[in-house]
């Protein structure tokens, strides 16, 4: 499933910045744009079908509305993330509403890269650590961050018309997800989306390849996929009942899925899912944990 998220900005207005450990996260898109620091782990951040490779110290941009998938290879990925709404300093720089970056992964040869990176860690401990006007420390760290990174990256500024139309198709995916959400655990035809949105199949088959990579039946699989990992740690279910729980048709689809995935069958996935996905929490599995601001400001601090 294509997740529509919503960021909730608690501390700074257009700014959100946590520290997530994520074993897996399924497509998911929002209207704004990430910077993403690896602090640690290997792994794959799909972003609008396109597959990139990270590891520790790689820097990403996934502009907004754009959706994207998180997969750790092994263990998990740790990772400092940056949302900014597209009208932050919007008085100052308007255009950052109609920026939209080409490129997603910045080179650590680059010679703006040291500096880049001690700005992501430092924004994270200025904005964790509440000290006095902290808000205006975070809101000139990320300004030099974003002026750094549009003197590495490519980038275009998309004009009006354009602007609407993304807007537009999101707002299409909103509800595309959501039905998909509501219907997950019954068959779910293609056909019935289409009349939902009054276009041909034709038509959306291509709006989902486009704008995501993969087939309508991956995009559902994904989601099911994602909602049978949380469903393994009951130990009252069977892989059967959860297979059928998750909407999958046969137990053979699910394991399909794993096999893909975690390169192993589902059962050997169950039998060593606490090494596969760590949890503090008995009889709880999470596929990602976000660190409070205590163990946010000391991972960093150990970053510098």
Not at 58 to 78: C, F, N, R, T, Y
Not at 134 to 145: A, D, G, P
Not at 192 to 208: G, K, N, P
Request: with cysteine; proline share 3%; net charge negative.
């Amino acid at each position: 499933m294509i997740e529509y998220e919503i960021i909730s900005k608690r501390k700074i207005r257009h700014i959100n910045v946590f520290v997530n450990e994520i074993t897996y996260r399924s497509h998911h898109l929002h209207n704004e744009t990430e910077f993403i620091l690896t602090l640690s782990g290997e792994g794959t951040i799909t972003i609008s079908g396109n597959p990139v490779s990270v590891k520790t110290g790689d820097i990403i941009v996934i502009p907004g509305s754009q959706p994207h998938e998180i997969k750790a290879d092994k263990d998990k990925l740790v990772l400092q993330i940056i949302q900014i709404s597209n009208h932050f300093l919007n008085d100052y720089f308007p255009k950052m509403r109609n920026l939209s970056f080409l490129e997603y992964h910045l080179d650590p040869s680059d010679p703006e890269y040291p500096e880049i990176r001690s700005l992501f860690l430092e924004l994270g401990i200025a904005y964790f650590g509440n000290e006095e006007n902290y808000e205006l420390l975070s809101v000139s760290l990320l300004s030099k961050l974003i002026w750094l990174l549009l003197n590495c990256l490519k980038y275009e500024m998309i004009n009006e018309k354009e602007y609407q139309r993304r807007k537009k198709n999101t707002k299409r995916i909103e509800r595309i997800s959501s039905y998909i959400e509501a219907n997950y655990q019954d068959q779910i035809r293609l056909k019935d989306i289409a009349q939902m949105e009054d276009i041909t199949i034709t038509h959306l088959s291509h709006i989902i390849r486009d704008a995501y990579g993969i087939s309508f039946q991956e995009y559902l699989n994904n989601f099911r996929f994602e909602h049978s990992l949380r469903l393994m740690s009951n130990q009252e279910m069977n892989l059967s009942d959860i297979s059928f729980e998750s909407g999958f048709s046969e137990l053979k689809y699910m394991n399909a899925m794993y096999l893909k995935t975690f390169h192993m069958s589902a059962k050997k996935f169950r039998e060593n899912m606490p090494s596969i996905i760590p949890s503090k929490k008995k009889d709880v599995f999470t596929l990602e944990n976000i660190l409070d601001p205590t163990q946010s400001i000391s991972l960093l601090k150990e970053q510098l």
